[in-house]
């Protein structure tokens, strides 16, 4: 007798798509059978054509509590990402207070979080000048890895490192590396100014590849792995493919903003479209989405980075002033299907760049698959259901997103967390570590 058997005549498994029933016990996937085979199970559901695909792992999101609670916390968060078919977040360390760059800060974050996850959450540790003897411990106290800046991350309590400071944090502690790759020699001050135009000229495509070719060279120097955060610009691509024949351990992740945005189509004062690295243009993305076919870029991740609409200057519409960040976790899959699907893609490979490398880039086997012993993260996805963007009727904090008013492919239907449905009234998440 199974706990719950879910089947589909489209089941995204490792090996494509297939029908198949998936039958769960304990939390775990226990046995994939074929679609029509009769098994006991407590609960059977039959989802027939619409597609059945593990939950979603996002390991670029920025919660923000404790301390900037006004801009997201845990309960709305995962609440967001369980409704988009996200199963697992890591969260990144700053925007918090205080940032997660040292074990009590954990500690801390960890207390804020409890009780309130409706889905799995990891961390993320932070690397900042001076720090590096923390990082050993706080890497044996289960986070995944470090985010580091290169340049100011527009919090002062989570300044950048220069390159002889990332090189001391990747030699102190043996761990994945992430960064935020933009050269600050490279970046000017943007003007107040209402116009997208502005604002993109201030942050030009060679800031990332001087900061891309930064992190590529210590992490050759260091022996370490280093993965290059929310790629905009495409012009860096030819370094990360270089470096990885060179045996250098290089991985990039890009974002649905920079694949599926246009800069040129950006209105004059809609700060909604603020993010760090920029949106760039079409034929920018078009790169984007041919590394990502190749495998150049291994993973698609939201960079969820709300914040208040007064932060956001939507009553000014000054990019300058406004905070940067797009707040998108519970849209991912449908703003990425959308675009992918007209590019020819199949939901295997969505799953593939959504799910199973973002939790291979972190270590998690039982996450982002259907595959006996995986946990039980499933996600009933109808990938020719429409809908219409409405901010308002997000789960994440505060109702501030690009994607208002437009059209979207594909609807989540249910999600279930190690085999319970995800319902938002009854937090089941759990705590992730390096060694969970």
Request: hydrophobic residues 45%; aromatic residues 6%; glycine residues 8%.
């Amino acid at each position: 007798m199974f706990d719950l058997v879910v089947r589909s005549r489209r089941a995204i498994l490792p090996d494509g798509e297939v029908p198949a029933a998936v039958a769960v016990q304990g939390g775990k996937i226990k046995s994939i059978f074929p679609y029509d085979v009769k098994v006991a199970a407590a609960a059977d559901v039959d989802l027939s054509d619409t597609v059945l695909t593990p939950g979603l792992v996002d390991t670029h999101v920025h919660v923000n509590e404790p301390g900037r609670t006004a801009w997201e916390g845990f309960a709305s968060a995962t609440r967001a990402a369980a409704a988009g078919g996200v199963t697992t977040i890591i969260d990144m360390p700053l925007n918090s207070l205080p940032p997660t760059v040292d074990e009590p800060a954990l500690v801390a974050k960890q207390a804020a979080a409890t009780g309130q996850c409706h889905v799995d959450v990891g961390f993320w540790g932070g690397a900042i000048p001076g720090n590096a003897p923390a990082l050993p411990g706080l890497h044996a106290a289960g986070v995944f890895g470090f985010k580091a800046f290169l340049a100011d991350s527009g919090v002062p309590e989570f300044p950048p490192v220069d390159k002889a400071q990332l090189a001391a944090a990747m030699d102190a502690a043996d761990a994945l590396f992430v960064v935020h790759a933009e050269d600050p020699d490279h970046l000017r001050d943007a003007a107040s100014s209402a116009a997208y135009a502005d604002f993109l000229s201030s942050r030009p495509s060679a800031a990332e590849h001087a900061a891309v070719a930064t992190a590529i060279e210590v992490a050759r120097a260091a022996g370490r792995r280093v993965h290059i955060l929310h790629l905009s610009a495409a012009s860096a691509l030819p370094l990360i493919a270089a470096a990885r024949a060179d045996g250098v351990r290089v991985t990039a992740e890009t974002c649905p903003h920079y694949l599926t945005l246009d800069a040129e189509q950006i209105p004059d004062g809609a700060t909604e479209f603020k993010c760090c690295p920029p949106i760039r243009d079409s034929a920018n993305a078009d790169q984007l989405w041919a590394a990502l076919a190749e495998g150049l870029i291994t993973c698609v991740v939201s960079d969820h980075s709300p914040c208040t609409p007064e932060l956001k200057r939507q009553d000014t519409g000054d990019f300058a002033a406004a905070w940067g960040g797009i707040a998108s976790v519970q849209l991912g899959l449908p703003v990425i299907w959308t675009s992918a699907r007209s590019r020819g893609h199949s939901p295997a490979d969505v799953v593939n760049w959504m799910a199973t490398r973002p939790a291979d880039l972190v270590g998690l086997p039982q996450k982002g698959r259907i595959a006996v012993g995986a946990d039980a993260d499933l996600v009933a996805f109808d990938p020719d259901a429409e809908f219409v963007v409405d901010a308002h009727a997000l789960h994440h904090k505060n109702p501030v997103t690009p994607y208002a008013g437009k059209v979207l492919k594909g609807v989540v239907r249910t999600t279930w967390l190690r085999g319970s449905q995800v319902t938002g009234t009854a937090p089941a998440g759990r705590f992730l570590t390096r060694e969970s």
